[in-house]
């Protein structure tokens, strides 16, 4: 077999974040050189990319470097225009596509595709005008409020419990195109990480269980302990009807709901490797990284094989805003401990700084390791 895009060639992001800094480290490791597109100096990609092209995502100066130097070019986040993507693909390879990602970056567009793979998402009514208000109907109450574009960690969602509430809230997002989804008996969330390539072949990661707070990805856990073998089935095909459905080629990943009834729906998914399958990279003999560099260059798509049980910790800036460095001796000094920072310079409350990925033979271990990690860096247990 020949590869699209041999080891050599030089491969670009767009976009500069902890996500391109690993896809980056990814793509060197297998030969490859690196370009990455972020007007940030400080990006963590472009810290270590072998090129940085420091321009907006649609700046045509940018994407003409990018398309000189580049033979295949990916995305690190949905939010990069779908625009830049469709130029750059007229002369390069492109992958994820921009139909894709558009897909993605929409809420109301999520949901309908959702529907059309036959998978169930939380019921949900679309607003797009004032008088929109007047006609929802009332079983969607308590409900979340969520902005149809460039929401997440989170942000741009309001609860709501009732149509005072939510117009006060829609408002409050400057009266953007929204959706009100009905709040569910929620047991517990998953996420499924799926590659495809160009000729439609899947591979998958398990299904993993995640723990949010405040919106931001605290806590991952592989194996999933509350997942059953046929609920990791469903929600495997449901992400791989998904992929197949949008023509997706890359890492996509797919969050589910877990209800109380055990049933599972559909929450959102992003065309990129995702927070939740870090720890891919100490838990996996193939990370998502390494499968996006696969997707992209044309590479055969190897099954990834979780060899150990893993348990990942998120770092946010907090840690760093209390009394001195976090106590990383004593954390590095538990077996299987994994510290990943991604080199951003300035710590904030929310910001997601880095990951510690705790690894063993046994489920049991890991998490008992993870919590004790858990304990010395002052973070909630779980």
């Known amino acids: 077999m020949t590869l699209a895009v041999p080891p050599g060639a030089t491969l670009g992001v767009l976009g500069g974040g902890q996500l391109g800094r690993m896809f980056v480290h990814a793509a060197q490791r297998m030969g490859y050189f690196t370009a990455v597109l972020d007007p940030d100096p400080d990006s963590p990609a472009g810290r270590v990319a072998h090129h940085h092209i420091r321009t907006a995502y649609l700046d045509d100066h940018g994407l003409a470097q990018v398309m000189q130097q580049c033979e295949a070019i990916t995305t690190e986040f949905e939010n990069v225009p779908a625009e830049a993507l469709r130029a750059l693909a007229a002369r390069r390879v492109v992958a994820p596509g921009a139909d894709s990602v558009r897909v993605c970056q929409d809420r109301v567009l999520e949901k309908a595709h959702f529907a059309r793979c036959d998978?169930?998402?939380?019921?949900?009514?679309?607003?797009?005008?004032?008088?929109?208000?007047?006609?929802?109907?009332?079983?969607?109450?308590?409900?979340?409020?969520?902005?149809?574009?460039?929401?997440?960690?989170?942000?741009?969602?309001?609860?709501?419990?009732?149509?005072?509430?939510?117009?006060?809230?829609?408002?409050?997002?400057?009266?953007?195109?929204?959706?009100?989804?009905?709040?569910?008996?929620?047991?517990?969330?998953?996420?499924?990480?799926?590659?495809?390539?160009?000729?439609?072949?899947?591979?998958?990661?398990?299904?993993?269980?995640?723990?949010?707070?405040?919106?931001?990805?605290?806590?991952?856990q592989v194996p999933a302990p509350q997942v059953s073998p046929a609920l990791a089935r469903q929600a495997v095909h449901a992400a791989e009807r998904i992929a197949a459905s949008l023509g997706h080629v890359g890492v996509l990943c797919v969050e589910f709901f877990v209800l109380d009834d055990g049933s599972l729906v559909a929450n959102e998914m992003a065309p990129?490797?995702?927070?939740?399958?870090?720890?891919?990279?100490?838990?996996?003999?193939?990370?998502?990284?390494?499968?996006?560099?696969?997707?992209?260059?044309?590479?055969?798509?190897?099954?990834?094989?979780?060899?150990?049980?893993?348990?990942?910790?998120?770092?946010?800036?907090?840690?760093?805003?209390?009394?001195?460095?976090?106590?990383w001796e004593a954390v590095l000094a538990l077996p299987g401990a994994r510290l990943h920072l991604y080199g951003k310079p300035q710590a904030r409350p929310g910001r997601k700084m880095g990951h510690l990925t705790l690894t063993a033979e046994r489920f049991d271990d890991a998490l008992a390791r993870a919590l004790e990690a858990a304990a010395l860096l002052g973070l909630a247990a779980f």
């Open 119 to 220: 998978v169930p998402c939380a019921p949900h009514a679309v607003i797009t005008a004032r008088n929109d208000l007047g006609t929802l109907d009332p079983a969607l109450f308590p409900g979340i409020l969520k902005t149809s574009r460039l929401g997440y960690d989170g942000k741009g969602q309001a609860p709501v419990r009732d149509v005072a509430e939510l117009a006060a809230a829609w408002a409050e997002m400057g009266e953007l195109a929204c959706v009100l989804e009905k709040r569910l008996p929620l047991a517990f969330e998953i996420s499924v990480i799926v590659g495809r390539g160009a000729s439609g072949e899947l591979v998958h990661f398990p299904p993993q269980q995640n723990l949010h707070r405040d919106g931001i990805l605290a806590v991952t």
């Open 272 to 327: 990129r490797p995702h927070n939740s399958g870090h720890y891919t990279i100490d838990a996996c003999d193939e990370s998502q990284f390494d499968l996006q560099v696969r997707t992209l260059v044309g590479a055969p798509l190897v099954a990834p094989r979780l060899h150990s049980a893993a348990v990942m910790l998120n770092l946010l800036g907090d840690l760093w805003l209390g009394s001195g460095d976090p106590p």
